[in-house]
């Protein structure tokens, strides 16, 4: 079976891509990350309290295509050309958390397809931070990234409350690792 690719419309940002298979007379249109070339590594900061408990934070920012407003969201950064995903997950975390750890501090929990219409793989770690110094998060130089904050939550709430795949996804695994 053939199988061709084109793209539909790109842009620095994101493409709209066709696969088509042609003898079968069928097509699928799906979006790719073009900056970074469909990687996305979303970090599962977490500290430990009390007996056994845990939270973990997201992020609360305003994602233009979800609300005006600000949602909860999983910590994400783009893995830039050159990049490792779990180098990525160093500084995504210090831009959007304030922490600094080192790359060997990250736990893989492995990696997901968040939606079907796109290529996009989303790697997903956790860290422990229980105790460590929060610094100011530097942001990604967008004035979205610098009025975001971060906010420590349940694993309850954040299955439960926030609507982002990455955060849910990623606090699932955690949970089942510890």
Known sequence: MTQVIRTLHDSPRLSLKEVAHPEEGRSY???????????????????????????????????PCWDSKPVYSALTEGVAHGHTPRQ???????????????????????????????????????????GLPRGKASGDGSALSAEGS???????????????????AGISRLQELL
Request: overall charge negative.
């Open 29 to 63: 249109i799906f979006s790719h990350e073009t900056r970074y070339s469909g990687t996305i590594v979303a970090v599962i900061p977490f500290e430990r309290y009390g007996e056994g408990q845990l939270r973990a934070a997201v992020r609360i920012e305003t994602i």
């Open 88 to 130: 990525t997950a160093v500084i995504g975390l210090r831009e959007e958390a304030g922490y600094t750890v080192d790359e060997v501090d990250f736990t893989s929990l492995g990696t997901i397809r968040s939606s079907k219409s796109s290529d996009t793989t989303n790697f997903l770690y956790a860290v422990d931070i229980t």
């Open 150 to 168: 971060i906010e420590f939550n349940s694993p309850s709430f954040i299955i439960n409350v926030v609507q982002c795949p990455l955060a849910i």
